[in-house]
Antibody
Framework: QVQLVQSGAEVMKPGASVKVSCKASGYTFTSYTMHWVRQAPGQRLEWMGWINAGNGDTKYSQKFQGRVTITRDTSASTAYMELSSLRSEDTAVYYC??????????????WGQGTPVTVSS | DIVMTQSPDSLAVSLGERATINCKSSQSVLYSSNNKNYLAWYQQKPGQPPKLLIYWASARESGVPDRFSGSGSGTDFTLTISSLQAEDVAVYYCHQYYSTPQTFGQGTTVEIK
């Protein structure tokens, strides 16, 4: 069965960077996209970007352009999301989510358990 | 950006009764070349990640009970729970994947009356 297992909770200082991992199993990692979505307390889900796990192409939300980098390690079936120049407004639960297709224009059909990231001085 | 607006923000429904959630997009999410609406619905329970219920506006995900159904096209969509069960208490989100950035509605909380 499809599983996405994310790295653990993080507490970061403002201005720092955080890197969250997402290890996939139960499907062919390189045949699908991996999305990153965050949810701040009491807020709606917010899409950050995706990576085509096969060819490495990426697409980011303009809101995070320049601060977010999504990468993958195909040998480890793991995707990564790095967010830099953290500020308090970045406090949220960060989810990886498997795209149902290869194009990036598909629904997401499986989600990781979420990684809480707290930004506080 | 496409803005997704759900209504109502919350609703309380008696067990066994129908629950209806609406979602309106600020522009059409219907792709004319394949006649597909790029619209999904998710259910999120406290402390859990979202779960896919409906995609392409009306296709039910495998394993999702048939009391959940989706309808609509273009800019107006509806999620219907035909007979509310206790385990359906959750927040429901619509999601457009037609264009970047992909966007979500603000969520609708469904409770038992």
């Amino acid at each position: 069965q499809v599983q996405l297992v994310q790295s653990g909770a993080e507490v970061m200082k403002p201005g720092a960077s955080v890197k969250v991992s997402c290890k996939a199993s139960g499907y062919t990692f390189t045949s699908y996209t991996m999305h990153w979505v965050r949810q701040a307390p009491g807020q709606r889900l917010e899409w950050m970007g995706w990576i085509n796990a096969g060819n490495g192409d990426t697409k980011y939300s303009q809101k995070f352009q320049g601060r977010v980098t999504i990468t993958r390690d195909t040998s480890a079936s793991t995707a990564y999301m790095e967010l830099s120049s953290l500020r308090s407004e970045d406090t949220a639960v960060y989810y990886c989510a498997k795209g149902a297709g290869y194009s990036g224009y598909d629904p997401v059909d499986y989600w990781g358990q979420g990684t809480p990231v707290t930004v506080s001085s | 950006d496409i803005v997704m607006t759900q209504s109502p923000d919350s609703l309380a429904v008696s067990l066994g009764e129908r629950a209806t959630i609406n979602c309106k997009s600020s522009q059409s999410v219907l792709y004319s070349s394949n006649n597909k609406n790029y619209l999904a619905w998710y259910q999120q329970k406290p402390g859990q990640p979202p779960k896919l219920l409906i995609y392409w506006a009306s296709a039910r995900e495998s394993g999702v009970p048939d009391r959940f159904s989706g309808s609509g096209s273009g800019t107006d969509f509806t999620l219907t729970i035909s007979s509310l069960q206790a385990e359906d208490v959750a927040v429901y989100y619509c999601h457009q994947y037609y264009s970047t950035p992909q966007t979500f509605g603000q969520g609708t909380t469904v409770e038992i009356k």
